[in-house]
Antibody
Framework: QVQLVESGGGVVQPGRSLRLSCAAS????????MHWVRQAPGKGLEWVAI????????YYADSVKGRFTISRDNSQNTLYLQMNSLRAEDTAVYYC??????WGQGTLVTVSS | QAVVTQEPSLTVSPGGTVTLTCGSS?????????PYWIQQRPGQAPRTLIY???NKHSWTPARFSGSLLGGKAALTLSGAQPEDEAEYYC?????????FGGGTKLTVL
């Protein structure tokens, strides 16, 4: 079955960087667009970024544009989110998703001094 | 970026019918925005119930259906069950960017 497993979350100081990974299995990863979505504590879902099947097209939410970079390695069936210049308001559970069919369990990122 | 608007909360009686809606600040919602409906139960990861307006997965209970209604995307629940109590989010595509609605907290009471 389709499975997505995120990793890389943790506690980081404001202004620092973190890279999230998402390991995909159960489907042909290189065929599908993938998303990152986040959820701040007690809040709703917020779309973060999307990458096309081949990595040629990327789009970002205004709140992360210029600071976050989405990428993928189709040879490793892995999705990434490079997060730079982190702020307190980036604190959230980050989900990778193939939104038509599957979501990961999420990884918590806490930005705090 | 566009704003997607949902009812903040709704209540339905067990066995009853309720319709959740999502409107877009850019105008009528169309099938070209590939409306998704996503369910999130407390403490759980989201799961997609409906994709591309009205398509269901094998795990989507038959009592859920998606449609376009009066310029909005709609999720209708017919025959509500206690396990349907959850937060429901819609998700729209805007030519590259995607936007979630703020979520509807559905109470079955």
């Amino acid at each position: 079955q389709v499975q997505l497993v995120e990793s890389g979350g943790g506690v980081v100081q404001p202004g620092r960087s973190l890279r999230l990974s998402c390991a995909a299995s159960g489907f042909t990863f290189s065929y599908y667009t993938m998303h990152w979505v986040r959820q701040a504590p007690g809040k709703g879902l917020e779309w973060v970024a999307i990458i096309s099947f081949d990595g040629s097209k990327k789009y970002y939410a205004d709140s992360v544009k210029g600071r976050f970079t989405i990428s993928r390695d189709n040879s490793q069936n892995t999705l990434y989110l490079q997060m730079n210049s982190l702020r307190a308001e980036d604190t959230a559970v980050y989900y990778c998703a193939r939104v038509d069919i599957a979501w990961g369990q999420g990884t918590l990122v806490t930005v705090s001094s | 970026q566009a704003v997607v608007t949902q009812e903040p909360s709704l209540t339905v009686s067990p066995g009853g019918t309720v319709t959740l809606t999502c409107g877009s600040s850019t105008g009528p919602v169309t099938s070209g925005q590939y409306p998704y409906w996503i369910q999130q139960r407390p403490g759980q990861a989201p799961r997609t119930l409906i994709y591309d307006t009205n398509n269901k997965h094998s795990w989507t209970p038959a009592r859920f259906s998606g449609s376009l209604l009066g310029g909005k995307a709609a999720l209708t629940l017919s025959g509500a069950q206690p396990e349907d109590e959850a937060e429901y989010y819609c998700l729209f595509s805007y030519s590259g960017d995607w936007v979630f609605g703020g979520g509807t907290k559905l109470t079955v009471l």
